[in-house]
């Protein structure tokens, strides 16, 4: 049976308690499912690792599924706990009423609100065991405890598990959880598919089976992704939703996948991933939120770092405040990690005794230098706000525009969202600038004075060069990047000059550019003159007339002539082979020809004598063009033969 007609509604609820308040037996009578299936878990009547169980209905004609992550109570076993919460959409936080609010309440407690769960409801347990007083008072205790966090509202549900009272009204509850929209979008705008594996085994005649959630995108069954683990690609081969086969998964649900690849080689905590999101990390700069007492992580101490369900150790340093609540601090993983911008993680202390606090991902993109400055920390609050917003501050903060490659990586944004938002930008009153960079699929988007800035540095390095060399029709392209100071890369200069060319604010003749009002006196010259002299190189073909031959055809002045050609040469005009001979480029281009066919593109050599042949050039003048091309690094001289240069150009 599938159910790809109407797409299941699913919610994900985590348990979260002190050890032996009754999670299990809550997730056991709300799903008749028994999570504890370890022989240890039965021996000690304590759960170790994280249980799964589902809860399948109708409502308003649509299938419906609960599902429910339990998770140990015991501190020893939180990484375990951490793990399981690390991509639910709700929690139950269970709390004895006997016992009332213990350790793990409070470290569970905190915990939810630093991954920022804001839905679900507390379950008070142990009904059959507290008075009425008893009960009052552990409520009251509750509410103290989730005071001014996201559970601060969250309802109470008396349950006596034993007896089963109660646990009709919760059901309810988690009924109307489900059809109102409170599942998390760990990822908005059309994101890429990724999904965070919280187990991984080997079943007989199926191979690898991994289960977990998917935080973002949706997949189809026979698709290839990429395992974040080691990068090796990986082809879908199932996909079971509660016992039910699918051809399609979605944002929001959990699901047993069927891969491609070595059951041992997944773990929990890897991703699988849409290709293009692959982008390991070792640093990322976040938001922390300590808890009220904690001390600042110090630079060199190692931290438990608790990152979507994986696990490791962290170094932190801090970046810097913008005075609102938590700092910035870079986090460098020990190995590289799969984080995007928005993900929460939870520190715990060298000892993993206590949890500490936990943050956000702001910016997976962390800059080689100038971490800590002003500017940087400027643009990582910008950073935090909705994606359009951010984008928009980043435009006008980053004076080399912002790279939307890496924004839409950081922030999973689709392609379509990209184009939708950089649009958006470049209308009134952002008027902002997109420059398309070689091999970017996004453009590179400046906010207006940044281009400004970015124009005015360009042409101001143009009219400084005219200055200093009155007598050159332009400046080299290559020599551009020395003289603006390196305030633009390579690549954007690049794409800034065919702008400014495109705009008419630069013009470029041959590899030369200039501004459009300068002219050299003998710039006009040389345009004068060559267009005489080209005709007559063209229809000499191979031969080209001598320079004094030249001189005497046009009737020019030696002197004059020979410097005429020399800026010609200069701005790659003319191709200069000889002191006294000048070749159009094209009939040089068509030389190169004919010297590569002649190698059989670089399997055998050959002699003068052979090019004269197969030229018709007089013998001197094939010695000064073999010459030429054994310069320019086309050819190379072996006693009589010439021979193709391995990678020559
Ligand atoms: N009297 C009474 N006993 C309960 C109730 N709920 C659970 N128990 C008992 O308390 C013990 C622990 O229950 P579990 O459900 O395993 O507790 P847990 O919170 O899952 O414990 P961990 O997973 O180890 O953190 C079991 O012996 C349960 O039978 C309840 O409402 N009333
Ligand atoms: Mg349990």
């Not at 293009?276 to 922390?288: I, M």
């Not at 007598?471 to 890369?489: D, I, Y």
């Not at 003998?522 to 320079?547: H, N, S, Y």
Request: hydrophobic letters at 40%.
């Amino acid at each position: 049976m599938t159910s790809e007609a109407s797409p299941t509604r699913t919610l994900t609820i985590a348990t979260a308690g002190h050890v032996d308040h009754g999670k299990t037996a809550l997730v056991r009578n709300l799903t008749g499912i028994d999570t504890d299936t370890l022989a240890e878990e039965k021996s000690r009547g304590l759960s170790i690792n994280l249980g799964f169980a589902y809860k399948r209905y109708e409502a308003d004609g649509r299938d419906c599924l609960l599902g429910f992550v339990d998770v140990p109570g015991h501190i020893d076993f939180i990484g375990n706990m951490l793990a399981g919460v690390g991509a639910v959409d709700a929690a139950v936080l269970v709390v004895a009423a006997d016992d009332g609010v213990m350790p793990q309440t409070e470290e569970h407690a905190a915990i939810l609100d630093l991954l920022d769960v804001r839905a679900g409801c507390v379950v008070l347990s142990k009904t059959d065991r507290a008075s009425k007083t008893r009960r009052d008072k552990v409520k009251s205790q509750v509410r103290q405890l989730l005071a001014g966090g996201g559970l601060a509202e969250a309802p109470v549900f008396p349950v006596d598990n034993l007896s089963g009272a109660g646990v009709e009204r919760l059901e309810g509850y988690l009924h109307r959880l489900l059809l109102g929209k409170h599942r998390r979008q760990a990822d908005a705008g059309g994101g890429r598919f990724r999904f965070l594996i919280d187990r991984s085994f080997s079943v007989r005649g199926i191979g690898t089976v991994v289960t977990g959630s998917c935080r973002a995108g949706s997949v189809e069954l026979g698709q290839s992704l990429l395992h974040s683990g080691g990068g090796g690609e990986t082809r879908l081969r199932g996909i079971r939703v509660h016992q039910q086969d699918r051809k399609h998964l979605s944002a929001g649900e959990r699901a047993a996948l069927n891969i491609t690849l070595d059951h041992s080689l997944a773990s929990r905590g890897d991703w699988l991933l849409d290709g293009k999101l692959h982008h390991p990390v070792s640093r990322f700069d976040a938001r922390l939120r300590l808890l009220p007492g904690v001390a600042e992580p110090r630079p060199n101490t190692r931290h438990h770092l608790h990152l979507g369900a994986s696990h490791q150790l962290a170094t932190l340093r801090r970046l810097g405040s913008d005075g609102k609540n938590g700092d910035f601090f870079q986090v460098k993983t020990r190995a590289p990690v799969h984080a995007l911008h928005g993900d929460r993680f939870i520190l715990r202390d060298p000892a993993a005794s206590r949890t500490l606090g936990g943050g956000t991902v702001v910016d997976i993109f962390v800059p080689a230098r100038g971490r800590e400055t002003a500017q940087r920390l400027a643009r990582l609050s910008a950073m935090e706000q909705p994606a359009e917003a951010a984008c928009r501050a980043l435009t006008e903060l980053l004076p080399q525009g912002i790279d939307l490659d890496e924004f839409s990586l950081c922030r999973n944004l689709g392609a379509q969202t990209v184009e939708e938002i950089a649009d958006k930008l470049r209308r009134a009153p952002a008027n902002c600038v997109a420059l398309r960079l070689d091999g970017a699929e996004h453009p590179r988007l400046l906010g207006a004075e940044p281009y400004q800035l970015q124009r005015d540095n360009l042409l101001a390095a143009v009219a400084e060069y005219h200055r200093a060399n009155p007598q050159r029709p332009g400046v080299g392209a290559s020599q551009l990047p020395a003289m603006t100071g390196a305030k633009a890369s390579p690549a954007l200069l690049k794409a800034l000059i065919e702008r400014l060319i495109e705009e008419g604010g630069l013009r470029r003749s041959g590899s030369l550019l200039r501004l459009p009002g300068h002219s050299t006196r003998l710039g006009g010259r040389v345009e004068q003159l060559l267009g005489k002299l080209r005709p007559i190189l063209q229809a000499a073909g191979k031969i080209p007339p001598r320079t004094r031959e030249l001189a005497e055809m046009t009737g020019v002045p030696l002197a004059e002539l020979e410097q005429v050609l020399r800026q010609a040469e200069i701005s790659k005009q003319l191709v200069r082979v000889a002191p006294n001979r000048h070749y159009l480029p094209e009939t040089i281009d068509e030389l190169a020809a004919l010297v590569e066919e002649m190698a059989d593109g670089g399997k055998r050599g050959f002699s003068v004598i052979e090019f004269r042949d197969a030229s018709g050039i007089g013998r001197n003048l094939c010695i000064e063009i073999l010459e030429y091309f054994d310069h320019t690094g086309l050819t190379r001289r072996d006693g009589n033969l010439r021979f193709l240069r391995p990678g020559r150009k």
